[in-house]
């Protein structure tokens, strides 16, 4: 298994320019989450979906942003118009339900710069 | 107060050392604790899982819990090189510890000195 793969690992942008993240969970992942990190603040959940659904955007910080998971297989997150401030290692995970011990699989993340 | 409290370090020791990592949390339906570690550049895996107070021990790693306390630790014993990352804390009050309702500690930086 490839684990979860996340696209593109690094980008730089200009502030106002749109910017699409994207993910790949691991197959008959039912969970997917999206993170974003930074010294400040640590790991924030923004979005998580299940079953391809948005379940929970109360994370998302503002309008600028939004999310969609079109599939089973694929995911994006969208930042619209980017600011400096939104600079953040962004992480995608995926998890399967069931059980007693639900394990968070995480991408090796984009590191996003605005400048 | 913040809901999870963890020291980011950098806490530097030396290979061979026995190391102490920390978290202290307010909410008490917290019930499920985990401790993650995050190579640079990379993302967190999960490295212990435990449920409830007590300790659970995998090779050199032991995590313990104190719920009376909110308090809970993981030790490493014969630290190696290797195990410097950043080591995260997340606990879930959600029943099998549901991914969905994790809150994580900002993390502790671990530098181990060869």
């Known amino acids: 298994d490839a684990g979860v793969i996340q696209s593109p690992r690094h980008e730089v942008t200009e502030m106002g320019q749109e910017v699409t993240l994207r993910c790949k969970p691991i197959?008959?992942?039912?969970?997917l989450f999206w993170y974003r990190q930074t010294m400040m603040r640590g790991l924030e959940l923004l979005i998580y979906?299940?079953?391809?659904?948005?379940?929970?955007d109360s994370g998302m910080p503002e309008d600028r942003f939004s999310a969609k998971m079109p599939n089973a297989s694929f995911s994006t997150l969208k930042i619209q118009p980017s600011e400096p401030r939104d600079s953040a290692v962004y992480f995608c995970?995926?998890?399967?339900?069931?059980?007693?011990?639900?394990?968070?699989?995480f991408g090796s993340g984009t590191q996003l710069s605005v400048l | 107060q913040k809901e999870v409290e963890q020291d980011p370090g950098p806490l530097s020791v030396p290979e061979g050392a026995i190391v102490s990592l920390n978290c202290t949390y307010s909410?008490?339906?917290?019930?499920?604790f985990m401790w993650y570690r995050q190579y640079s550049r990379k993302g967190p895996e999960l490295l212990m899982y435990?449920?409830?107070?007590g300790n659970k021990e995998d090779g050199r790693f032991t995590a313990q819990v104190d719920k009376s306390s909110k308090y809970i630790s993981l030790f490493i014993r014969d630290s190696q090189p290797s195990d410097s990352a950043t080591y995260l804390c997340?606990?879930?009050?959600?029943?099998?510890?549901?991914?969905?309702?994790?809150?994580f500690g900002k993390g502790t930086h671990l530098i181990i000195q060869p």
């Open positions: 995970a995926s998890s399967i339900s069931g059980g007693t011990n639900e394990k968070l699989f």
């Open positions: 197959s008959g992942h039912d969970y």
């Open positions: 979906f299940n079953n391809n659904v948005p379940i929970d």
């Open positions: 909410n008490s339906a917290f019930q499920y």
């Open positions: 435990t449920y409830s107070s």
């Open positions: 997340a606990m879930s009050g959600r029943s099998g510890g549901g991914a969905d309702g994790l809150t």
